[in-house]
């Protein structure tokens, strides 16, 4: 009985354990991804098109990057920001998956490629980072053609914030299967046109701000570059795991039940008062 009393006490103070601080290092930078939604995007010359095989890889970039803060603009004829950096990567993920060149189809931003566009945005997002490394992944698959900022001078603005841009032209070079225009049934019609890829000023951007150029004419070519820039950036980062409290009263509370049972048997049993 006196067993029962105390462990119940014990139990009902409810004691905790505590796992011990400790420090670690982990990688993780912020990157800002931007991606061209113009209707060319939609050329079958990678499979199924250049969207998707694009998409594909960068979802799996990003489920790669654990400990980075990843963020998504999109351009066309005018950039904005689809996600902003997060490290919620299914937030992000479920927001890249639905990335289609349907706004533009639909006339709700202007025709056209501002690459400059997106790469300023891109890098008005990076301009508070204070993480030790600030990335842009640019994925253009023609030429600037449009937009109040040029590419160089927005590659210009990168390189005084400190970041690196990686240019990725997605797409072959030459006569491609392109849209060109739009059925009655809402489609697209196919006809075979010069690419209008510009890779010297995509070189241009990744030299001056200190990142590499690229060149994906196929879905396995465009699958290596992302994980030669995968192995490329990376940077330890030191954390802190602080102490998590657990619940330790349960083994009091069943040596309170135990010793209760066994009090009530030996009571009634060896024991047993004698009348």
């Given amino acids: 009985r006196m067993l029962t009393f105390i462990f119940t006490v014990i ?56 400990n980075d803060n990843i963020g998504l603009t999109l351009f066309g004829g005018e950039a904005f920001t689809q996600c902003p950096l997060t490290t919620d990567h299914q937030a992000l993920l479920s927001m890249f998956r639905h990335v289609d060149c349907n706004l533009q189809q639909q006339g709700i931003i202007s025709d056209g490629t501002a690459i400059g566009m997106g790469l300023t945005n891109a890098v008005g997002r990076l301009a508070d980072s204070k993480a030790p490394s600030q990335v842009v992944i640019l994925i253009p698959d023609g030429a600037n053609n449009t937009g109040d900022i040029s590419p160089l001078t927005a590659a210009d603005i990168a390189k005084k914030k400190g970041i690196r841009v990686y240019t990725i032209a997605v797409g072959k070079q030459g006569m491609v299967k392109q849209p060109v225009g739009i059925l009655p049934d809402g ?27 690229y060149a994906a004419d196929n879905n396995n070519k465009l699958r290596e570059i992302y994980k030669d820039i995968d192995r490329l950036e990376r940077v330890k980062l030191k954390t802190h795991n602080y102490s998590k409290r657990y619940e330790a009263f349960m083994p009091f509370a069943l040596a309170a039940l135990i010793s209760l049972i066994a009090e009530l048997l030996l009571r009634l049993t060896v024991l047993r008062r004698i009348p």
């Fill in 187 to 213: 489609s697209y019609y196919y006809a075979m046109v010069e690419s209008d890829m510009d890779p010297k000023t995509l070189r241009q951007i990744a030299q001056t701000t200190g990142g590499l150029y």
């Fill in 11 to 66: 139990a009902l103070a409810r004691p905790q354990t505590t796992s011990p601080q400790t420090e670690s290092e982990v990688e993780g930078i912020d990157i800002m991804m931007v991606m061209d939604i113009s209707v060319s995007m939609l050329t079958a010359d990678l499979q199924p098109n250049r969207m998707e095989a694009a998409k594909a890889v960068a979802v799996e970039f990003i489920a790669g990057r654990q």
